[in-house]
């Protein structure tokens, strides 16, 4: 197993080939579960299936839709929460109801028994069938830190200085040093699993998924464990790996 590169030239291409895999999926298998990540990464995606979703009159009523990961301590109204985030982009356009939208709660008094609460219930559920996930420029997934160690299923994690400065918590009403994620052993569970790299300062983590090894220094390299993995990655990240790759890939970017 290992996960397949697709060298996309643009934004906009990759945003448009994400949302037709949400749309497929859908398509397929109407109740299905879906984990999503937030940020800029999956934004124009998100808003390109909505336009199909609407277009193509799906019917989206039985989706879950499962949060990848969230915050610690911050009000679930505020802008900077993973939730809000996705209420804007994609559930509050659907009009999804908010039984369909599963995740761990940003202001919890105890996180970790909330990641344990989410983890029973995605296996409940029968496990993901679709994750979308970025990648961040430490390599961290979902918020899966780089460490000597990672922890299995969802926990509560110390946010490396990178993921701290996301920008994403610009607007926090407080400090956020921790954060709630699935972990890896749901993640490399779920069906099918599509990775958007994209955005300045990715190319590191790129070139080291390119390399085919797997270490906890670079959680995004656990996708090599998945056996339906694809990483999607444009222009803005692959500028310097694409210009070492060899074969037809390197003029496909």
């Known amino acids: 197993m290992a996960i397949a590169m697709e060298w996309v030239a643009s ?21 299905a579960k879906v984990a ?7 934004r124009g995606a998100y808003a390109l299936f909505v336009e199909m979703v609407k277009e193509q009159r799906l019917d989206v009523s039985r989706v879950i839709w499962i949060k990848l990961d969230e915050w610690v301590g911050l009000p679930p109204e505020n802008e900077a929460t993973c939730e809000a985030f996705l209420s804007k ?72 200085p990178q993921s701290a400065a996301h920008a994403m918590l610009t607007g926090a009403s407080n400090p956020v040093t921790h954060g709630m994620t699935l972990g890896l052993a749901e993640l490399l569970a779920a069906r099918r699993a599509l990775l958007l790299a994209t955005g300045e300062g990715k190319e590191e983590a790129v070139n080291y998924l390119r390399k085919g090894l797997i270490s906890t220094r670079w959680p995004v390299s656990m996708l090599h464990l998945h056996a ?17 790759t060899d074969g037809p890939n390197a003029a496909s970017v």
């Open 11 to 31: 934004y906009e291409a990759l945003s448009e080939r994400c949302a037709r895999v949400l749309a497929q999926t859908v398509l397929l298998v109407p109740d």
């Open 36 to 42: 999503l990540a937030t940020g800029f990464s999956p």
């Open 89 to 160: 982009a994609l559930l509050d356009p659907l009009g999804i109801a908010p039984q369909n939208l599963l995740g761990m709660h940003p202001l919890c008094g105890d996180p970790q028994a909330e990641c344990d609460r989410v983890s029973r219930e995605i296996a409940r559920l029968g496990g993901i069938d679709l994750v979308i996930l970025g990648v961040g420029i430490n390599g961290h997934l979902g918020l899966n830190e780089p460490g000597e160690s990672l922890p299995a299923t969802a926990h509560v994690t110390v946010l490396a």
């Open 228 to 244: 339906d993995a694809m990483c999607l990655a444009d222009a803005s990240a692959v500028r310097r790996a694409a210009a070492t």
